[in-house]
T-cell receptor
Framework: NAGVTQTPKFQVLKTGQSMTLQCAQDMNHNSMYWYRQDPGMGLRLIYYSASEGTTDKGEVPNGYNVSRLNKREFSLRLESAAPSQTSVYFC?????????????FGNGTRLTVT | AQSVAQPEDQVNVAEGNPLTVKCTYSVSGNPYLFWYVQYPNRGLQFLLKYITGDNLVKGSYGFEAEFNKSQTSFHLKKPSALVSDSALYFCAPSRRDDKIIFGKGTRLHILP
């Protein structure tokens, strides 16, 4: 059982380049999330999708777009990467909302923007 | 403002000793309370949660957490630490509007 799978594991971009981070879950979860983790700042929510066909902004959505392709897949796109987007990105899923359902995380994508 | 505080950036404990990782929160209503653990180069893993009922909640790997409503605290505990418990721990209260707030994390270092 793979759980939540993220690709790629590592990526280096130059300022202004674009890329898409991929995420897929095989737990039949309704909700999916993208977080970024920066040292000393915990996790911050970028975007989330409460169910297939819906997406909403989190705390730090600027510079990002998302697509909930189907129930399994939720991608995060950086249209024009900036050094401030250097971070570790985590995709997560949950059976319901985060109020009472634990989050299941992927192993992350370490992104460096130079 | 709603917030969660993990007052210690790092906690050092000798193997075999009891450990406590502290968490206090300021969230309206009756939040559910979660603890997550992150091992190096991995995503966070769910450890335990408090919903209602008994103030002492048991979770994975021998961890437990004590809820104190008057002090709005949810401290993570383990009676006897293992070197393999060394990791980053996050407290995360969730709100009824489905917004979960993560603390900044406490690095637990178990000394052999």
């Amino acid at each position: 059982n793979a759980g939540v799978t993220q690709t790629p594991k590592f990526q280096v971009l130059k300022t202004g380049q674009s890329m898409t981070l991929q995420c897929a879950q095989d737990m039949n979860h309704n909700s999916m999330y993208w977080y970024r983790q920066d040292p000393g700042m915990g996790l911050r929510l970028i975007y989330y999708s409460a169910s297939e066909g819906t997406t909403d902004k989190g705390e730090v959505p600027n510079g990002y777009n998302v697509s909930r392709l189907n129930k399994r897949e939720f991608s995060l796109r950086l249209e024009s990467a900036a050094p401030s987007q250097t971070s570790v990105y985590f995709c997560a899923s949950s059976a319901g909302g985060t109020y009472n359902s634990p989050l299941h995380f992927g192993n992350g994508t370490r992104l460096t923007v130079t | 403002a709603q917030s969660v505080a993990q007052p210690e950036d790092q906690v050092n404990v000798a193997e075999g000793n009891p450990l406590t990782v502290k968490c206090t929160y300021s969230v309206s209503g009756n939040p559910y309370l979660f603890w997550y653990v992150q091992y190096p180069n991995r995503g966070l893993q769910f450890l335990l949660k408090y919903i209602t009922g008994d103030n002492l909640v048991k979770g994975s790997y021998g961890f437990e957490a004590e809820f104190n409503k008057s002090q709005t605290s949810f401290h993570l505990k383990k009676p006897s630490a293992l070197v393999s418990d060394s990791a980053l721990y996050f407290c995360a209260p969730s709100r009824r509007d489905d917004k979960i707030i993560f603390g900044k994390g406490t690095r637990l270092h178990i000394l052999p």
